[in-house]
């Protein structure tokens, strides 16, 4: 299972200066994004994709399950209740409903879902508005405590949050945070 880390930092410099100490550390690019502020130069850093900054996974994810439960419904109907004269097969109509509905509802929820801002980003916009630069971490869990306590030594400016959910792993409600001294 893994978890998202957020890090508030007040610049640029300062969070290069910790994905290079990440990166020494075997952390992967791809698990570091960063979203800051539109005139921010981010160069060097992996920018936060809209897979991190809206809300489209969940979106995918609440589209296929309602999208298929339709389906679902609409196979049974048709089954129960045949247009006059035609015989159907239950099974290959309730599957085809069922996979079109999930089809279908996966793709206009991530159309709507992509224009949503990440909910989770809502507490960090004030800062990220004032030129800070919020660094998204994914991690194993067992290896939270040891970067939380690496970031802390080298970055006590830092401001680290953990949200217990994350698009990556099994959703846990909650959320710990921890604010550097």
Same mark, same amino acid.
């Given at each position: 299972?893994?978890?998202?880390?957020?890090?508030?930092?007040?610049?640029?410099?300062?969070?290069?200066?910790?994905?290079?100490?990440? &990166?020494?550390?075997?952390?992967?690019?791809?698990?570091?994004h960063v979203v800051a502020r539109e005139d921010v130069p981010l160069e060097g850093l992996h920018?936060?994709?809209?897979?991190?900054?809206?809300?489209?996974?969940?979106?995918?994810?609440?589209?296929?399950?309602?999208?298929?439960?339709?389906?679902?419904?609409?196979?049974?109907?048709?089954?129960?209740?045949?247009?006059?004269?035609?015989?159907?097969?239950?099974?290959?109509?309730?599957?085809?409903?069922?996979?079109?509905?999930?089809?279908?509802?996966?793709?206009?929820?991530?159309?709507?879902?992509?224009?949503?801002?990440?909910?989770?980003?809502?507490?960090? &916009?004030?800062?990220?508005?004032?030129?800070?630069?919020?660094?998204?971490?994914?991690?194993?869990?067992?290896?939270?405590?040891?970067?939380?306590?690496?970031?802390?030594?080298?970055?006590?400016?830092?401001?680290?949050?953990?949200?217990?959910?994350?698009?990556?792993?099994?959703?846990?409600?909650?959320?710990?945070?921890?604010?550097?001294?």
């Open positions: 299972m893994r978890r998202r880390l957020y890090f508030m930092l007040p610049d640029v410099e300062h969070c290069k200066m910790l994905v290079n100490e990440l &990166q020494q550390n075997n952390v992967d690019d791809q698990q570091i920018k936060a994709s809209a897979l991190e900054k809206t809300e489209v996974v969940h979106g995918v994810e609440m589209g296929l399950a309602v999208g298929g439960i339709a389906g679902l419904l609409g196979g049974l109907l048709a089954v129960t209740f045949p247009p006059a004269g035609l015989v159907l097969a239950g099974e290959a109509i309730l599957l085809t409903t069922t996979l079109t509905g999930a089809s279908f509802g996966g793709f206009v929820s991530a159309l709507v879902a992509s224009d949503i801002p990440n909910h989770e980003l809502d507490r960090f &916009q004030r800062e990220i508005s004032e030129g800070q630069v919020l660094l998204l971490l994914d991690i194993p869990t067992p290896d939270v405590d040891t970067m939380i306590a690496l970031i802390l030594s080298h970055h006590p400016e830092a401001q680290i949050g953990v949200i217990k959910s994350n698009p990556r792993a099994p959703k846990e409600k909650g959320m710990e945070h921890q604010t550097a001294s």
